[in-house]
Nanobody, 125 residues
Framework: QVQLVESGGGLVQPGGSLRLSCAAS????????VGWFRQAPGKERVFVAA????????LYADSVKGRFTISEDNAKNTVYLQMNSLKPEDTAVYYC??????????????????WGQGTQVTVSS
């Protein structure tokens, strides 16, 4: 079992920045990848970014490439999502999730085994 706790959401103006954190505990040695997803009201949960825990290799959705950065602190078992140049369309509940084993479908939310509770990000003037 892996437990995840997200933090760092809030209200920000367009063009602003936020940093989300995802702290993992439990069987963190089994983590293969950590992903960030978001879900806007009335829409499906979609992939934002992911990082492979061992290698640090990152993946991004086209909609956030160049604006968001995913990173990890292995010593703290924490993954961060730095979000810059935020737009109103980035408004959503953001979730972090852990994939416990090897997968080639790392952008698919159905591939993830553990989820955090979510944190609200609102971009509005």
């Amino acid at each position: 079992q892996v437990q995840l706790v997200e933090s760092g959401g809030g209200l920000v103006q367009p063009g602003g920045s936020l940093r989300l954190s995802c702290a993992a505990s439990g069987r963190v040695r089994n983590m293969y990848a950590v992903g960030w997803f978001r879900q806007a009201p009335g829409k499906e949960r979609v992939f934002v970014a992911a990082i492979y825990w061992s290698s640090g290799t990152t993946l991004y959705a086209d909609s956030v490439k160049g604006r968001f950065t995913i990173s990890e602190d292995n010593a703290k078992n924490t993954v961060y999502l730095q979000m810059n140049s935020l737009k109103p369309e980035d408004t959503a509940v953001y979730y972090c999730a852990v994939r416990g084993g090897v997968s080639v479908l790392i952008r698919n939310p159905n591939e993830y085994d553990y989820w955090g509770q979510g944190t609200q990000v609102t971009v509005s003037s």
